[in-house]
């Protein structure tokens, strides 16, 4: 079986490349993406009440995107979906290297990780070796 995992980034590249890999490392196949983090929120609604096994389990969610930026998606998430934090992990994927965009992540309590980009194929294994018993 297959978790379902939301990836968020308004790169089109961005989301193609952690695409390709949850695919090729066999992390997943039930891959849900956005570009608009707004969108991936109204699409959360949609499992509000529904078991947990149906949820998605993890997003990978870019910090720096036009409209509704990550830091926005966080507040919203936590706002509307208390019951969900840390049942789904947040893992932030994020081209930021700057260790106060890290640590102001890490202080959302929805925030599993702080991952900087480019996503690989190792840290996929990695991050599977750890996450696919959930």
Same mark, same amino acid.
């Given at each position: ?32 993406? %956005?570009? @608009?983090?707004?969108?991936? /929120?109204?699409? =959360? ?7 947990? !096994?149906?949820?998605? *389990? ?22 509307? %979906?208390? @019951?969900?934090?840390?049942? /789904?992990?947040? =893992? ?7 260790? !106060?965009?890290?640590? *102001? ?30």
């Amino acid at each position: 079986m297959s978790i379902k995992v939301v990836c968020i980034d308004d790169d089109p590249i961005a989301l193609l490349i952690i695409e390709t890999i949850l695919r090729r490392t066999s992390f997943t196949k039930d891959i849900t993406a %956005f570009n @608009e983090a707004k969108q991936a /929120i109204s699409y =959360l609604h949609h499992y509000k009440n529904l078991p947990f !096994e149906k949820i998605p *389990k993890i997003i990978f969610l870019d910090l720096n995107m036009p409209v509704m930026n990550g830091w926005d998606f966080l507040d919203a998430f936590q706002e509307d %979906f208390p @019951e969900w934090i840390g049942v /789904i992990k947040i =893992l932030i994927l994020s081209s930021s290297i700057n260790p !106060e965009d890290e640590r *102001k992540a890490l202080e959302h309590t929805c925030v599993t990780e702080y991952i900087t980009k480019p996503a690989s194929h190792d840290l996929m294994e990695e991050l599977k070796a750890k996450y696919l018993s959930i």
